[in-house]
């Protein structure tokens, strides 16, 4: 079964910057694409950003500017290096496997178990 296993959460403060891995148990060269979401209690999970197999990538506005998405095939791995956070920045943070296709994310069922970002002011 495959797996995703995200890291690198934490509490900063606001202007502070953090960067969150998503490990994959299958090889990333395979995969069309990743993606970041994140969600607070209460709300709907919230598409951050994704990278396509060939590196396109698009970001939520929320986001442009402060956030990169990036991958490394060669260590199965996704990143999402975070800058200048906020606390509207706070949320449980998810990476997921799907498909870009003409301009559009696809999200999978293949879900990591999260990781806690929390920015104070």
């Known amino acids: 079964q495959v797996q995703l296993v995200e890291s690198g959460g934490g509490v900063v403060q606001a202007g502070e910057s953090l960067k969150l891995s998503c490990a994959g148990s299958?090889?990333?060269?395979?995969?069309?694409?990743y993606a970041w979401y994140r969600q607070v209690p209460g709300k709907e999970r919230e598409l951050v950003a994704y990278i396509s197999r060939g590196g396109f990538t698009n970001y939520a506005d929320s986001v442009k500017g402060r956030f990169t998405v990036s991958r490394d095939n060669a260590k199965n791995t996704v990143n999402l290096q975070m800058n200048n956070l906020k606390p509207e920045d706070t949320a449980n943070y998810y990476c997921?496997?799907?498909?870009?296709?003409?301009?559009?994310?696809?999200?999978?069922?293949?879900w990591g178990q999260g990781t806690q970002v929390t920015v104070s002011s």
């Open positions: 299958e090889s990333s060269s395979r995969i069309n694409a």
């Open positions: 997921n496997q799907g498909k870009y296709y003409q301009g559009t994310y696809y999200g999978g069922d293949t």
